[in-house]
T-cell receptor, first 117, second 109 residues
Framework: GAVVSQHPSRVICKSGTSVKIECRSL??????MFWYRQFPKQSLMLMAT?????????EQGVEKDKFLINHASLTLSTLTVTSAHPEDSSFYIC?????????????FGPGTRLTVT | GQNIDQPTEMTATEGAIVQINCTYQ??????LFWYQQHAGEAPTFLSY??LDGLEEKGRFSSFLSRSKGYSYLLLKELQMKDSASYLC??????????WGAGTKLIIKP
């Protein structure tokens, strides 16, 4: 099956610093990647849809200047949390849709647990 | 608005069968997904239904009725490792996934 990797898996940063999370599709091309956030005991919340070569589409209530998304290639999307604060501490998960697959399945990365101190 | 409903929590016994229901109201329909998520991990794909009927895959089966806006995930011969959250998600007309809040399944010996 298709594999999506995320790096780092865990990160602890100080309040006010920025953190970059990478999402890679390892064995397929992904025109579209998705970034989710999940707080403890809650469901996935879509933050933005990332399209290769164009600007990301952000969901309502998600600050695009705070959560910078870049999808520069068909296999890599990055999420940068700028000026992180403790309330940004969460589990961030990316997923990718295989451009060549007929089924609309999304393949998930393993997630990145961000802790802001 | 768009809405996905599933029970918050269910408890079942090892070796038994459990059915997790999901009802949905979405703008358009391009398929329904079930994912399994263990605590602290990302979701893993279980099944995809786009036509009415039952899809069987080993111990897990998924059913869809589009006219009723209803699906269920059936887990047979439950094992302790099946303790997890089960997420129902519907792909709407814009090919966006609309997620349910998940059902936490607790398996008891």
């Amino acid at each position: 099956g298709a594999v999506v990797s995320q790096h780092p898996s865990r990160v602890i940063c100080k309040s006010g610093t920025s953190v970059k999370i990478e999402c890679r599709s390892l064995d397929f091309q992904a025109t579209t990647m998705f970034w989710y956030r999940q707080f403890p005991k809650q469901s996935l919340m879509l933050m933005a849809t990332s399209n290769e070569g164009s600007k990301a589409t952000y969901e309502q209530g998600v600050e695009k200047d705070k959560f910078l998304i870049n999808h520069a290639s068909l296999t890599l999307s990055t999420l940068t949390v700028t000026s992180a604060h403790p309330e940004d501490s969460s589990f961030y998960i990316c997923s990718a849709r295989d451009t060549n697959e007929g089924v609309n399945e999304q393949y998930f990365g393993p997630g990145t647990r961000l802790t802001v101190t | 608005g768009q809405n996905i409903d599933q029970p918050t929590e269910m408890t079942a016994t090892e070796g038994a069968i459990v059915q997790i229901n999901c009802t949905y109201q979405t703008s358009g329909f391009n398929g329904l997904f079930w994912y399994q998520q263990h605590a602290g991990e990302a979701p893993t794909f279980l099944s995809y239904n786009v036509l009415d009927g039952l899809e069987e895959k080993g111990r897990f089966s998924s059913f869809l009725s589009r006219s009723k806006g209803y699906s269920y995930l059936l887990l047979k011969e439950l094992q302790m490792k099946d303790s997890a959250s089960y997420l129902c998600a519907v792909m709407d007309s814009n090919y966006q996934l609309i997620w349910g809040a998940g059902t936490k399944l607790i398996i008891k010996p």
